[in-house]
């Protein structure tokens, strides 16, 4: 049995074309997210970040393939655990399922769904869904400053 899913929901003061740059635009997820990252933009494409998730260092790239996509309104990546989010974890981690989606409410307002689940139902699952609930936390935050 897993454990999960994180489930994260903000509704912030920004058009969905912008929020969806924030998101997908490597100057624009410099700005907030991530201080690197490589996104290529497509079913198959990579969507890598490095540097810091937030205000959390981490070594080497997060993240992993698109999954799926709907330009504006979905964002799912299939999502490698870092070693990072495990004491003493150096061997292969799960790879996860992190879903953005993007629901224009108005003209200047969007409701932002972050889902992230398929954590495995032991101590390598649980360390790292709380490392990830605290840094998806971090994120939604560092966001919804921005967007204010």
């Known amino acids: 049995m897993?454990?999960?899913p994180l489930v994260?929901?903000?509704e912030l003061q920004i058009p969905v074309e912008d929020l969806w740059a924030l998101w997908t635009e490597p100057d624009q997820v410099a700005s907030w997210l991530a201080e690197g990252s490589t996104i290529d933009l497509r079913i198959g494409g990579t969507y890598l970040l490095t540097g810091r998730l937030a205000?959390?260092?981490i070594p080497g790239p997060v993240g992993g393939a698109i999954v799926g996509l709907e330009e504006e309104y979905v964002l799912k990546v299939a999502w490698k655990v870092p070693a990072c989010t495990v004491p003493g974890q150096?061997?292969?981690l799960p790879v996860t399922n992190l879903t953005v989606l993007f629901q224009p409410l108005g003209p200047n307002r969007t409701r932002l769904r972050l889902e992230h689940e398929g954590w495995p139902d032991d101590g390598i699952g649980a360390a790292a869904l709380?490392?990830?609930t605290g840094a998806w936390t971090e994120v939604l935050a560092r966001l919804k400053q921005k967007t204010a």
């Open 8 to 10: 994260l929901i903000e």
């Open 2 to 4: 897993a454990a999960g």
């Open 55 to 57: 205000a959390r260092p």
């Open 130 to 132: 709380e490392w990830h």
């Open 90 to 92: 150096s061997g292969d």
